[in-house]
């Protein structure tokens, strides 16, 4: 039995046909586990560049805290609060107060009715003092709050400070 030449021409189209619908498949498959991960690494580097300027703030907060330290002329009092804690650095002439309450650390003078708010998402914030050889230092424990709950680091830091003018 010979086919006719328009049915040999018939099936081969058909099967052309079913080679683009499986080609089609094949290019959607591909086309979302790209795009799935490229969201993936959208979404992680989203994530680091929040955690890199949570760190960048905590870091130029501890810095300021330091440079109130060594600065201080006087003595350095410490006072726990039922809403946080409270830091009194004399300076001089002005007095730098840092004060820890409802997740927020503020930096006041309050001579100059200037108050900043320093670290707005502050887990704990703990200032202590150690002795030791006869120097006494200063000790700033902080936990900052992630912006996102799935940062994997525990965003800690420890600062301290010595006073230069006792």
Not at 71 to 95: D, L, Y
């Amino acid at each position: 039995m010979k086919l006719r030449p328009d049915i040999l021409h018939r099936r081969r189209s058909a099967m052309m046909l079913i080679e683009c619908l499986v080609y089609i498949a094949v290019f959607a498959v591909l086309t979302g586990i790209g795009l799935a991960s490229f969201y993936f690494c959208w979404d992680h580097t989203r994530a680091t560049i929040y955690a890199a300027d949570e760190v960048e703030s905590a870091l130029r907060a501890g810095e300021g805290w330091r440079a109130d330290v060594r600065a201080a002329t006087g003595k350095i009092s410490v006072e726990n609060t039922a809403t946080g804690e409270v830091v009194t650095i004399p300076e001089g002439e002005r007095t730098v107060v840092y004060r820890f309450e409802s997740g927020e650390l503020h930096r006041e003078i309050p001579v100059q009715n200037n108050s900043r708010l320093v670290l707005p998402k502050v887990k704990t914030s703990e200032m202590t003092t150690t002795v030791s050889n006869g120097v006494t230092a200063w000790r700033w424990e902080l936990a900052v709050t992630p912006r996102r709950n799935e940062s994997p680091l525990p965003l800690l830091f420890t600062f301290e400070a010595a006073q230069t003018k006792p």
